[in-house]
């Protein structure tokens, strides 16, 4: 599926009656994807809460609260309709993870949370670590976000994690990525589908529009599609512009 005018929400099939607690995984684009979703569920009055397992980058100018104190995060809700909740050191530009039992409480304050659960320094493409991804017990869904101009480049140029990348694909870190490294990476264990487990899993390739043709992306999503992997492809980019 390509966005064509539908949601996000819509394109990547979210439920969030069923699964309210959402971790994103994967390349570069997390945060948007995050961001954008967050856009579609406040015009639908959802209170959101956006949290990190990891790291995010600090925005001064987005709703923030430093600590779990349910009546200041009520406050921000009822205001912006979402708030991002994490641990911030003094100015720190970057703001990580509250403890988990905190961040398990914040599903009591919202009717949905998106967590960061992954990081690629904003890279398109990833394999992670042994320690990677960081997914809460508590969550019922995983998206996955792959930048699709990774596609024709050198595994060196695009993949965080290029040594692991190279090795999981069995080729030289000259190689460049192709639809079907995308496709391996995506539904193995051993890449984004990593402790998936019984969630629900969802594919977003991002940047379709830095393709000269979307062949390339249509063979991505049928041969997801044939794993049984609901997966779409477009560009946040796009969505993000008025």
């Known amino acids: ?94 703001v990580s993870a509250l403890p988990l039992k905190e961040m398990e409480a914040l599903t009591g304050l919202c009717d949905v949370l998106l967590i960061e659960a992954d990081g690629a320094r904003q890279h398109p493409l990833k394999v992670p670590e042994d320690w990677e991804p960081v997914i809460p017990p508590f969550a019922d869904l995983v998206v996955s976000v792959v930048g699709l101009d990774c596609l024709g480049k050198p595994i060196r140029e695009t993949a965080h994690r290029m040594e692991r990348t190279a090795e999981f694909l069995k080729k030289s870190m000259d190689a460049p990525v192709t639809p079907e490294d995308v496709v391996k990476i995506a539904s193995s264990i051993c890449g984004l589908f990593k402790d998936v487990e019984d969630r629900v899993y ?30 779409a492809y477009g560009s946040l980019k796009e969505a993000s512009e008025p």
């Open 1 to 94: 599926m390509t966005r064509t005018g539908n949601s996000f929400l819509e394109l990547l099939k979210i439920d969030v009656e069923e699964n309210p607690v959402i971790a994103v995984v994967g390349g570069g684009g997390k945060t948007s994807l995050i961001f954008q979703l967050t856009r579609e569920l406040v015009e639908k009055g959802k209170k959101v809460i956006i949290t990190t397992t990891t790291h995010m980058a600090y925005d001064p100018e987005r709703p923030f609260a430093g600590n779990v104190d349910p009546d200041g995060i009520q406050r921000l809700l009822d205001r912006y309709g979402y708030v991002i909740a994490a641990e911030r050191q003094g100015e720190a530009e970057k």
């Open 202 to 231: 969802r594919v977003y390739l991002n940047k379709a529009d830095t393709l000269p043709e979307k062949e390339p992306a249509e063979i991505i999503l049928k041969e997801l599609l044939e794993k049984n992997t609901v997966a």
